[in-house]
């Protein structure tokens, strides 16, 4: 397909354990993007890919999470020691980022639960 | 505090009628707006992008307004569908082309019954 994908749709995991989680961002977009999403929020930035590097990380609430990104296409979502508060859906963006395209487009996202 | 606020809530209407929704942003410097469609599980897809020299810009039913000097946008959406039920969401950039500075509103959540 031509769109975003994530994988996977559903990640049930115990607290205290490590997932990962990862985006197929559309083919040629050098941007990604990830954010957090929790029931009736808007989605929540973390991490933003330009290429290979992670151009602005602000967004990460801790050291427990970490993103890579190390052939600037596929990028992975990885979260330590997971916590209760840490199940959210997990969406992750692309885009191409040249003026005046700097359309994000949006995968389904991954519903991590946290048990 | 940049923030950008939207009503109604909630809202439901019947199929094939019109609906409007709302957007209130004191964001500033503002670049551009974006007017997201949400389904339930899925990722938002974007409807609209407007900067503020535009007033209005359409994607078949739907019809978005901005009024840059009183920060307020509103998504029109025409003869509606069943298939129009999901959450709008009012995104608002203050600078341009960094999506990773998005402010993000609550989003109105739309339920077109039969």
């Known amino acids: 397909g031509a769109g975003v994908s994530q994988t996977p749709s559903n990640k049930v995991t115990e607290k205290g354990k490590y997932v990962e989680l990862r985006c197929d961002p559309i083919?040629?977009?050098?941007?990604l993007y990830w954010y957090r999403q929790s029931l009736g929020q808007g989605p929540e930035f973390l991490i933003y890919?330009?290429?290979?590097?992670?151009?602005?990380d602000s967004g990460l609430p801790n050291d427990r999470f970490f993103a890579v990104r190390p052939e600037g296409s596929v990028s992975t979502l990885k979260i330590q020691r997971t916590e209760r508060g840490d199940s959210a859906v997990y969406l992750c963006?692309?885009?191409?980022?040249?003026?005046?395209?700097?359309?994000?487009?949006f995968g389904p996202g991954t519903r991590l639960t946290v048990t | 505090k940049n923030q950008v606020e939207q009503s109604p809530q909630s809202l439901i209407i019947l199929e094939g009628k019109n609906c409007t929704l709302q957007?209130?942003?004191?964001?500033?410097?503002?670049?551009?707006l974006r007017w997201y469609k949400q389904d339930t599980g899925r990722g938002p897809v974007s409807l609209t992008i407007?900067?503020?020299s535009e007033n209005t810009k359409s994607n078949g039913r739907y019809t978005a307004t901005l009024d840059a000097d009183t920060k307020q946008s509103s998504l029109h959406i025409t003869a509606s569908q069943l298939s129009d039920s999901a959450s709008y969401i009012c995104?608002?950039?203050?600078?341009?082309?960094?999506?990773?500075?998005?402010?993000w509103g609550l989003g109105t959540s739309l339920a077109v019954n039969p």
């Open positions: 407007m900067t503020f």
């Open positions: 083919s040629g977009h050098t941007a």
């Open positions: 963006a692309s885009s191409l980022n040249r003026f005046g395209s700097y359309e994000q487009y």
């Open positions: 890919f330009q290429g290979t590097g992670a151009a602005d």
């Open positions: 957007c209130n942003y004191t964001v500033s410097p503002f670049s551009n």
């Open positions: 995104v608002v950039s203050g600078s341009a082309g960094i999506n990773r500075k998005l402010i």
